[in-house]
């Protein structure tokens, strides 16, 4: 049973920075993809950011230059380091898993199956 679970949210001010954690277990395939995607209301989810086994990565527009995507193998935990925050960043963050490779396009995982909780992050002006 593969598990996702996600920390490491909260509310900041703009400009200030968060760390995401997601904590996976129960994955065992060999090739795989994890990444992070947000849900703001009124908004269709979209991805922010995917590292796949072969260390391909994909960030959106809106955040490159700002967020850092990494895997801790030997924790197997992802990360999302969330610097110069804005407040069109609030939004529900998830972790999702997928054995397929990164979507460059989208900054996603193909065929992403398995999803976290989520962790909110609120940023104010």
């Known amino acids: 049973q593969v598990q996702l679970v996600e920390s490491g949210g909260g509310s900041v001010q703009a400009g200030g920075s968060l760390r995401l954690s997601c904590a996976a277990s129960?994955?065992?395939?060999?090739?795989?993809?994890l990444g992070w995607f947000r849900h703001a209301p009124g908004n269709e989810r979209e991805g922010v950011a995917a590292i796949d086994s072969d260390g391909s990565t994909s960030y959106a527009d809106s955040v490159k230059g700002r967020f850092t995507i990494s895997l801790d193998n030997a924790k197997n935990t992802l990360y999302l380091q969330m610097n110069s925050l804005k407040p069109e960043d609030t939004a529900m963050y998830h972790c999702?898993?997928?054995?397929?490779?990164?979507?460059?396009?989208?900054?996603?995982?193909?065929?992403?199956?398995?999803w976290g909780q989520g962790t909110q992050v609120t940023v104010s002006s």
């Open positions: 999702a898993a997928s054995p397929g490779p990164v979507v460059v396009v989208t900054a996603t995982c193909r065929g992403a199956n398995y």
């Open positions: 129960g994955y065992t395939y060999s090739r795989y993809c």
